[in-house]
Every structure is written in C-alpha cells, then in structure tokens.
C-alpha cells in the first residue's frame, strides 16, 4: 500500500511567546515537518480572563492559521487548552491538539498507585476550570489532585528573572502547600512554567517528579499522525513562520530565553 502524505505545516497557537516551549520540543520530535506559530500577543495574559473571552480568542487565531492551510492545530497555550478547545472543536474540522490531556497523560505513566498525590500549577483560569483534575479523574477517578494558581510565574520568566534571588523566594512562597504536604508529581500546567523546572525541582526535592506538558505534547502528537494527520515526505529544511498580535521586537527579544538554539529571525505582526 502506498503511504500517504500532507506537506502542509503544522499551526501552532499561544497567548504569546511561552508557546515556544511546545515548538522547541515539536521542531526536535518532528524535524521533517514545517510550523507556523502564532503569539496572540497584543491580548496576553490569557490566564486571568474569562472562559466567553478564551473561546472567542482562541476561535480567532485558530482561524488566522487556518486560513494559511495549516493540516492540524496546536494549542501550546494551557489556558487556551482549558477554557477554548470545546468551542473550538466545535467551530473547525482541522484536528486539535491540546496540552491538558498529553499532560495528564504523561502523569498518568508515572503514578505508583491510586493514592498519589497529583499536584496541579497554572494560571488563575487553567485552575480555576478545573480541566486538569476533570482530565485525570477520567484516567482514575481515586486520585488526590491539588491545584494552585502561580500568576507571578509567568511575569518572572518573561522578564528573564529565571536565576534570581526574588524568584527562588516567590516559587518557594507560591509552592508552600506543595512543601507542607509533598505531591509525588507536579504537573507544570503553564506554558511558561518549564523555564522555571530547575528552581522548582530544587525546592519541591527529588521525590517530586515533573511533568513538562511541552514534552507531553510531542509524543501525543506522534500519536495523531499515525491516526488523523498525515506526516510530510521527506523534508530537508525546516520551515517556521512566526507571527504575533503585537510589537515583533519585543517577541524575539523574550523568544531568546524559551529557544536558546532557534533563532527566530523574523516575526511578522498580523491583525487578526
Ligand atoms: N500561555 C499561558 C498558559 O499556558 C500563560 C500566559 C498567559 O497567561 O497568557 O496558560
């Protein structure tokens, strides 16, 4: 039988520029594919807005990146991943790729028993959904999961703080419940979060494992091209195409410090 085929890139979706934790680890997993990635950035923080403003955002930049043909969709932001998806499957017939149930997923592997403890971090909106304890009760409904919203992780890893002493304080602070009463995984359920794993790994000890839904995803992603997206043939150069909502500038400046190998020579800003 012959295989089959589909050159068209991938779209790749985030609030801004903490999306390129999940390309970094799509580009390296699927090196003959092409991506554009889209940085809604004139409207980031998703993560404290409301689930109506979330689907109306996340329908609005799907549409930008299907509108340049793109075969499947990827949805780097866990915000997005929590409050949109729904709507958004419900508007496109492109296959969607969110980050909660790769992640899930990915915790699910390393759980010992039905007693573990789960831990959750996100912005405001992903925790206050609720989609990630949702997501792991479907797995094994006896689970103890504990959520915590992390709002300041985000500014810190923007603003590159990621080695300073304020913010070894503000982590330490944040994840006191998690220190008082230890979770044996910690699922890091914000796109920005993984910049911040040696801090984190360091304060919550050894005995916690983390789940980095940015490596999740590309593994659930090999999944679906072996289902409903078909690879690309044979493709020597790997193309990405950058775009954002607002100041480009400003963009590659952070991209710096999520993609310390890509270089991200040129972003086009793009009204949606
Ligand atoms: N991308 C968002 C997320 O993963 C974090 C930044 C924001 O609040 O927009 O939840």
Redesign the pocket.
């Known amino acids: 039988m012959k295989t089959q085929y589909d050159s068209r890139p991938i779209g790749i979706f ?3 520029v ?2 390129l934790t999940v390309l970094k680890e799509l580009l390296a997993a699927f090196p003959n594919e092409n991506f554009i990635y889209l940085g809604d950035t004139a409207r ?5 807005k409301s689930t109506r403003t979330i689907e109306r955002y996340t329908i609005q930049v799907a549409d930008f990146l299907i509108r340049r043909n793109v075969k499947g969709l990827v949805a ?7 409050l949109g998806l729904g709507a958004l499957r419900a508007h496109c017939d492109t296959p969607v790729l969110g ?1 909660i149930q790769p992640g899930c997923q990915q915790a699910m592997e390393h759980i010992k028993d039905k007693n573990s403890h789960i831990g959750i971090i ?2 405001r ?2 925790i206050a959904s609720g989609a990630y304890p949702n997501t792991l009760a479907l797995f094994e409904p006896q689970l103890k999961v504990s959520s915590l919203a992390c ?1 300041l992780f ?1 500014p810190l890893v923007e603003e590159g703080w990621l080695e300073h002493t304020a913010t070894r304080i503000i982590v330490e602070e944040n994840l006191a419940p998690f220190i008082k009463n230890p979770v044996d995984i910690l699922i890091l ?4 979060y993984p910049v911040l794993k040696p801090v984190i790994a360091q304060i919550l000890g050894k005995k916690t494992i983390l789940i980095d839904s940015a490596e999740a995803v590309s593994e659930s992603l090999g999944k679906l091209f072996k289902k409903v997206i078909l690879p690309t043939q044979n493709n020597n150069t790997q193309m990405v195409e950058f775009y954002v909502t607002d100041v480009a500038d400003r963009f590659q400046e952070v991209a710096g410090r999520f993609l310390d190998s890509l270089n991200v020579a040129s972003v086009e800003m793009v009204d949606l």
């Open positions: 985030d609030s801004g903490g999306g980031v923080p998703y993560g404290a780097a932001c866990n915000t997005a991943s929590a980050v996100g912005t909106s992903t709002p985000v359920g914000c796109t920005h």
